[in-house]
């Protein structure tokens, strides 16, 4: 990631109403993974840093006693509240607005943190040191992201598959080459390194684990449409009045790829990476 790169609030503006339709599920099998690995029992507290719409907290949430998400997006955070509110867990999970950089916040120690593709958008060692320190004893820094090492073959499918090439294309073309991120520009993409920094956090690990994915999924023009518009490079507000000429681009492109409005992928492997901090008798609770 450039270092001139700020964080400012537009950086998912309008993608929240889209998010949950539009992008791909974690491997299923993800809860159990974590269970087996974490010795989970229903009990302690989870926080999920970066939370987004509740995706990881509210599929984990049966795993703890209590949940805290935390997101800076206003969007984010209401769309989370109203998801737990529907599956009935609005009494174990709590939803709080504030950047990662702000923690602690009051909020407390807990047993598992969770990172579930968002910590490449923070002050990394910040973060990493702030969040180390809520953690108990024994405690366990999870990252979670896409498995990005294997190619998802589209061989024996129904459907044809999502034109991402003409879709990218599509956005460059309204945006520009350089790739968008709020008000500023990620010409070099976004951080890694994630493992150098969690060890400069005096934390131990990593045990890593794959939930194998390469299900066939099946979505359609409409969930395509959404998986663009959640994403910050694509987020809804940087097309500003463009926006209907943009969307209406999209559906042409994916009306030319499948008529009937059909389309096939492979669901993603997902990686998990568990951190530690030093263990005592009390483990995880």
């Known amino acids: 990631m450039t270092t001139d790169w700020e964080w400012d609030d537009t950086l998912f ?64 955070i209401a769309e989370a509240a109203r998801e737990a509110a529907e ?8 939803w ?15 047993g598992v943190a969770v990172f579930a593709q968002s910590f490449h958008w923070m002050d990394q060692d910040l973060v990493a040191a702030t969040v180390r ?7 366990a820094l999870v990252h979670i992201s896409d498995l990005k090492t294997t190619t998802r073959t589209a061989e024996g499918l129904p459907h044809p598959t999502v034109p991402y090439a003409a879709l990218e294309e599509l956005v460059s073309h309204h945006l520009g080459p350089v790739r968008r991120a709020g008000r500023g520009v990620l010409p070099h ?27 066939a999924l099946e979505r359609t023009s409409d969930d395509v449409v959404a998986g663009v518009f959640s994403m910050s490079f694509s987020a809804p507000h940087l097309f500003g009045t463009d926006r209907d000429d943009f969307e209406e681009d999209v559906r042409r492109v994916l009306r030319a790829a499948s008529p009937a409005g059909r389309f096939s992928e492979r669901q993603p492997g997902t990686e998990i990476f568990v951190w530690r901090t030093a263990p005592t008798a009390e483990g995880l609770s």
């Open 133 to 139: 320190d809520m953690l108990r004893p024994g405690g």
């Open 189 to 215: 993409g976004t951080r890694g390194g994630e493992a150098a920094v969690f060890h400069r956090a005096g934390l131990t690990g990593p045990q890593r684990l794959v939930v194998p994915g390469g299900q």
């Open 87 to 94: 599956r009935g867990v609005s009494g174990k999970t709590r």
């Open 13 to 76: 503006l309008g993608t929240a109403a889209h998010y949950r339709r539009g992008r791909l599920p974690y491997a299923p099998g993800l809860t159990d993974a974590l269970a087996g690995i974490l010795e989970l029992d229903g009990r302690g507290r989870l926080i999920d840093v970066g939370c987004g719409p509740g995706t990881i907290a509210l599929t984990l949430v049966d795993l703890f006693g209590e949940v805290v998400g935390v997101d800076p997006d206003r969007g984010m």
């Open 96 to 110: 709080v607005r504030a950047r990662a950089e702000e923690l602690p916040a009051g909020l407390g120690t807990f």
